[in-house]
């Protein structure tokens, strides 16, 4: 028998029952990236994450920064800027870390499947062809091949050029 390592999962096994004290886009407030809170890219709209529990490598969690639970809360403004940047992200994964495909999605309420309905997000999920295999169909297991902290340190120059080719507000 073979031994499946992934000892960060642990953190989500033990504290997926007791209540957050901070929404996770809200986590390092005002800061443009965290490594620790696996923030990506923060402007004054949207916030660019790594999924902490991913279904694949590189699995972005796309947000606006103000904390709506609905799209139809969203402003044109920031219904724009996601929109703009669920373009800038999948553009960024291509180059980076060169998926075959990409899932993007939103699951809104608990009924279809949110974890954090409270905070409106979409999923960027990065595909590979035969990254399903038996592992995920029989074992119920996914396997996540590189470190999420190596994903972000690959991630985060090209998500830094989005924040300094912004147009400067007075």
Avoid at 15 to 34: H, N, R
Avoid at 46 to 66: C, D, E, K, M, T
Avoid at 70 to 85: H, K, V, W
Avoid at 107 to 125: Q, S
């Amino acid at each position: 028998m073979k031994n499946l390592w992934a000892p960060w999962r642990m953190e989500y096994i033990t504290s997926a029952k007791k209540p957050t004290a901070e929404c996770i886009f809200e986590a390092a407030a005002g800061e443009p990236f965290s490594k620790q809170d696996l923030i990506l890219y923060r402007d004054r709209l949207v916030s660019v994450l790594i999924n902490r529990f991913p279904y694949a490598n590189g699995h972005l969690l796309v947000a606006p920064v103000r904390h709506l639970p609905e799209p139809e809360d969203l402003s044109e403004t920031e219904n724009s800027a996601i929109m703009r940047m669920l373009q800038q992200c999948i553009s960024i994964l291509r180059a980076t870390l060169r998926p075959q495909g990409f899932n993007v999605g939103l699951n809104l309420g608990t009924a279809a499947g949110a974890g954090l309905a409270d905070h409106l997000h979409w999923h960027i999920v990065p595909r590979w062809d035969g990254d399903h295999n038996f592992i995920a169909v029989v074992g119920e297991i996914r396997t996540i091949p590189e470190h999420l902290e190596t994903t972000f340190d690959k991630l985060l120059p090209a998500f830094q050029l989005l924040l300094d080719n912004q147009p400067k507000t007075s």
